[in-house]
């Protein structure tokens, strides 16, 4: 009869062996993925967050919009909204306008309408009302104060300040909440301020 040691000791010890050795390579990973302090010479740069008030139903209020002719609009909205006299060249009004009208659970109605020149860039305007209701939207960019007619304004700058994605600009007019919007590059912020300027009833 023939002995043979064996090796490795008993599993439990191996066990044990195994799972500290995994411990440390663990270990040594979060070490390696832990924050590291910035490089000289590297300036860290933080997004200020900008709120763009675009007035917008909660969840649980929310409506369908509808799409319907302007003058069925008006004609249907519980509020009277204007309309700029003054709009960029090439930019025209489209036939149709986006609706969503007071239901039993909420008074909030809006209406969005558009103009679009031949590039297909837009210009948008939002009327609402009792959009306190709303959410709102938000991104990274730079808020401002502005006037409209001389009442304050809050210019929203989405993306870099020096070339922004998205321009908006939010008053209110007569107990209407207006938020004018456009892609960036189309219009300067002189531009949007002298359209909102121009609403009629």
């Known amino acids: 009869m023939s002995y043979h040691r064996r090796t490795g000791g008993p599993p439990v010890t191996r066990l044990g062996a195994t799972l500290g050795a995994a ?6 990973v979060a070490s390696a993925c832990a924050p590291q302090a910035a490089p000289s010479g590297w300036v860290p740069i933080e997004a ?3 709120v763009e008030h675009l007035a917008v139903p909660s969840p649980a209020e929310e409506a369908e919009p509808v799409t319907m002719p302007l003058a069925e609009a008006q004609a ?4 009277a909204f204007g309309l700029p006299v003054w709009t960029p060249e090439g930019f025209a009004l489209q036939d149709e306008v986006e609706v969503v009208l007071p239901a039993e659970a ?3 109605a809006t209406v969005i309408l558009t103009w679009q020149n031949e590039a297909e860039e837009m210009i948008t305007l939002q009327a609402s009302v009792n959009a306190e209701a709303g959410v ?12 409209v007619n001389g009442q304050p304004a809050t210019l929203t700058r989405l993306g870099l300040k020096s070339a922004p ?3 908006s600009l ?11 919007a456009v892609g960036g590059g ?8 002298k359209m909102a300027e121009s609403l009629q009833p």
């Open 23 to 28: 411990l440390l390579t663990l270990a040594s």
């Open 48 to 50: 200020t967050l900008a």
């Open 76 to 79: 249907q909205l519980p509020f």
């Open 106 to 108: 909420s008074h909030y």
């Open 136 to 147: 709102q939207l938000s991104g990274a960019g730079t808020v401002e104060q502005a006037q």
């Open 165 to 167: 994605r998205r321009l």
């Open 170 to 180: 939010n008053w209110d007019q007569n107990g209407v909440t207006y938020t004018l």
């Open 186 to 193: 189309v219009l300067s912020a002189e531009e949007l301020i």
